[in-house]
């Protein structure tokens, strides 16, 4: 049976609806994940619930541990991530409140940590598809059955922050045929891509970032605006999607839960071995 981790954007700090909910702190060899893990089921299917910036907002995107937070979820046993994030767009026809079931993504954040793997155990896992399909495929299905307005497919371009974008970089990521832009999608999905769980995003757009000739530029109170009303919708797609996910096989057709088997370059007795014991939830399947 999966265990859904669902991390929940700005606005998402709590999933209703849970079964036996209960909040429990993760220690994770690689720092403090952004909060205590909110375990629970949602029609007999197991739950785990990660607020992203912790409740009350407290972490910016450049000072998220994204390696303790999918290291959390890991160890808390969650075989798929749904991740949901507030976003501008990048293009016309995705006005503010639409969501974008995203399947690329171009990584132009610079100051984070973006692999779990590095000096003493070096690995390169292949991200050409970084979202799962058959993940991509339930969250679709769960949209058009609520009536959501979502479009399946686009390119999420992930900046740094936290400041928003110029005008130049804005018709910059516009010209590369960008769908959305955002700030924590990236080292995320490579991250759960090196855990081998199976990973997806519902981009959700609250502002038309600052290209838009017509739209004021974007702003804090009118993203928060349509930020609450997306939340609404976000909650009622995870009530959807989760229990459809209660027969999801392990295997998929990227090769989500095995990407590590062809990964790991550095032989065994050249390993470090402190940080084999950091990898014992991540990689523990092909290091032993």
Same mark, same amino acid.
């Given at each position: 049976?999966?265990i859904?981790?669902?991390?929940?954007?700005?606005?998402?700090?709590?999933?209703?609806?849970?079964?036996?909910?209960a909040?429990?702190?993760?220690?994770?060899p690689?720092?403090e994940?952004?909060?205590?893990?909110?375990h629970?089921?949602?029609?007999?299917?197991?739950?785990?619930?990660?607020?992203?910036?912790g409740?009350?907002?407290?972490?910016s995107?450049?000072?998220?541990?994204?390696?303790?937070?999918?290291?959390?979820l890991?160890?808390?046993?969650?075989?798929?991530?749904?991740s949901?994030?507030?976003?501008g767009s990048?293009?016309e026809?995705?006005?503010p409140?639409?969501?974008?079931?995203?399947?690329?993504f171009?990584?132009?954040?610079?100051?984070?940590?973006?692999?779990?793997f590095?000096?003493?155990?070096?690995?390169?896992?292949?991200?050409?598809?970084?979202?799962?399909?058959?993940l991509?495929?339930?969250?679709?299905q !769960? +949209?058009?059955?609520? =009536? #959501?307005? /979502? @479009?399946?497919?686009?390119?999420?371009?992930?900046?740094? %922050?936290?400041?928003?974008?110029?005008?130049a970089?804005?018709?910059l990521?516009?010209?590369?045929?960008?769908?959305v832009?955002?700030?924590?999608n990236?080292?995320?999905?490579?991250?759960a891509?090196?855990?081998?769980?199976?990973y997806a995003?519902?981009?959700?757009?609250?502002?038309?970032?600052?290209?838009?000739?017509t739209?004021?530029?974007v702003?804090?109170?009118?993203?928060?605006?349509?930020?609450?009303?997306?939340?609404?919708?976000a909650?009622?797609l995870?009530?959807?999607?989760?229990?459809?996910?209660a027969?999801a096989?392990?295997?998929?057709?990227?090769?989500?839960?095995?990407?590590?088997?062809?990964a790991?370059?550095?032989?065994? !007795? +050249?390993?470090?071995? =402190? #940080?084999? /014991? @950091?990898?014992?939830?991540?990689?523990?399947?092909?290091? %032993?």
């Amino acid at each position: 049976m999966p265990i859904i981790g669902v991390i929940g954007g700005s606005g998402l700090y709590d999933i209703e609806g849970l079964s036996d909910r209960a909040w429990r702190a993760v220690r994770s060899p690689w720092g403090e994940p952004s909060d205590e893990l909110l375990h629970g089921t949602l029609d007999g299917v197991g739950c785990v619930f990660l607020p992203r910036h912790g409740r009350g907002h407290r972490l910016s995107p450049s000072h998220l541990n994204y390696r303790a937070n999918i290291d959390a979820l890991k160890r808390a046993g969650c075989t798929h991530v749904i991740s949901l994030s507030a976003v501008g767009s990048l293009q016309e026809d995705l006005p503010p409140g639409h969501f974008v079931i995203v399947d690329q993504f171009i990584d132009c954040s610079f100051a984070r940590e973006k692999s779990f793997f590095g000096e003493g155990c070096v690995a390169h896992v292949s991200l050409a598809h970084p979202v799962c399909p058959k993940l991509g495929d339930t969250l679709e299905q !769960a +949209a058009q059955a609520l =009536g #959501l307005p /979502a @479009r399946r497919g686009g390119t999420y371009l992930v900046m740094e %922050g936290p400041q928003f974008s110029t005008r130049a970089e804005s018709e910059l990521y516009r010209s590369w045929c960008c769908a959305v832009i955002g700030m924590t999608n990236m080292p995320e999905a490579k991250l759960a891509r090196e855990a081998e769980m199976h990973y997806a995003t519902v981009a959700m757009v609250t502002d038309y970032d600052c290209w838009h000739e017509t739209h004021a530029h974007v702003t804090v109170d009118a993203v928060v605006a349509v930020m609450t009303a997306n939340a609404e919708r976000a909650r009622a797609l995870i009530r959807r999607a989760i229990p459809m996910l209660a027969d999801a096989g392990a295997s998929c057709a990227v090769g989500c839960d095995h990407a590590l088997d062809h990964a790991v370059i550095t032989p065994v !007795a +050249a390993r470090d071995a =402190g #940080l084999m /014991a @950091r990898l014992d939830a991540v990689a523990g399947r092909v290091l %032993g």
